[in-house]
């Protein structure tokens, strides 16, 4: 009788799970191959019935013409970057504030009821509010008070009804934060001595945090489009220069070109915003397991 020899049936051992990643490669592929087809056939089916549909051309002029899209590139470029860094710097003042309210909503006690009350009324009021709504009664509203020493500039107040309005819904997401991490930290912290602001401070808000990054970003992406509101009071940011561009050709084309920098600028962030939600979602599983 002769028995196999020890490479020989350790290698029989791992056939099976060869031949099952084998097979679940074999398996991805064909997915893969599958979903490039359909995609490539549903696009260009769509594609062949706009370029074949007898609107075309006149769309085509009036949305996508070579020429104005070359007249209106620098107008709107210049526009956009203006949304830029008024995205960027009212994004730092909602992180921030937000955390300030979300904060006072979180302190506990008879003493801290008032200043309870005042952050979920300023939740409740802003976010019953629609955002443009907001943007017009701030920018044509506050100046038209002519008080002294208030500022008058459309952009502070767009900037400022942004803000404020993204306060409100960014403080929720913190306040979320802090109430999924254990009680426990909460009361271990106290019972060290620590006062409701330190506990807030150095226990529960660094955990809350890291539990809400995610949607944080998320915010960030919406807040990057919303950011162009500001154009009806006047400011010309990137959408304000495309419609002045529009009045002045009556051609659409500029608004195609201010779509294309914001998609440049918005895609990138989504993605990002979508891997880190799987990151943290493998991390969240790994730790429970």
């Known amino acids: ?12 051992r791992r056939d099976p799970e060869t031949g099952s990643r084998r097979r679940a490669r074999e398996e ?4 893969a191959l599958i979903a490039f087809i359909s995609t490539v056939v549903f696009f260009g089916a769509a594609l062949w019935a706009i370029l074949t549909s007898e609107a075309w051309p006149q769309v085509q002029r009036q949305f996508f ?6 007249e209106s590139w620098p107008a709107v470029l210049s526009g956009f970057w203006l949304d830029v860094r008024m995205f960027l710097g009212a994004e730092v003042l909602i992180l921030v504030f937000a955390l300030l309210v979300a904060m006072a909503r979180s302190l506990r006690g008879p003493a ?10 300023f939740i409740d009021f802003v ?26 500039s459309p952009m502070f107040w767009g900037i400022a009804a942004l803000v404020i309005s993204y306060s409100a819904y960014t403080a929720e997401v913190y306040r979320a934060g802090i109430d999924s991490v254990p009680e426990s930290q909460r009361m271990s912290a106290r019972s060290l001595g620590l006062t409701q602001m330190q506990t807030l401070r150095y226990v529960l808000i660094p955990q809350a945090v890291r539990n809400v990054i995610p949607a944080l970003l998320n915010g960030f992406v919406s807040l990057q489009k919303d950011v162009s509101l500001i154009f009806v009071l006047g400011v010309r940011e990137g959408v304000r220069e495309a419609q002045i561009f529009t009045a002045r050709t009556f051609n659409y084309t500029s608004y195609i070109v201010a779509a294309i920098l914001f998609l440049i600028v918005s895609i990138p962030v989504a993605r990002f915003t979508d891997w880190y939600t799987e990151r943290d979602r493998r991390r969240r599983q790994a730790i429970s397991a």
Do not use: C, E
């Not at 009788?1 to 029989?12: D, E, L, V």
């Open 28 to 31: 991805g592929a064909r997915g």
């Open 1 to 12: 009788m002769t028995w196999p020899s020890a490479p020989s049936a350790f290698k029989h």
């Open 127 to 152: 976010r019953g509010i629609p955002l443009i709504l907001l943007i017009l009664i701030l920018g044509f509203g506050v100046p038209a008070l002519d008080l002294a020493g208030m500022p008058r």
């Open 65 to 70: 013409n070579p020429q104005a899209f070359v």
């Open 112 to 121: 801290f009821f008032p200043i309870r009350t005042l952050a979920v009324v």
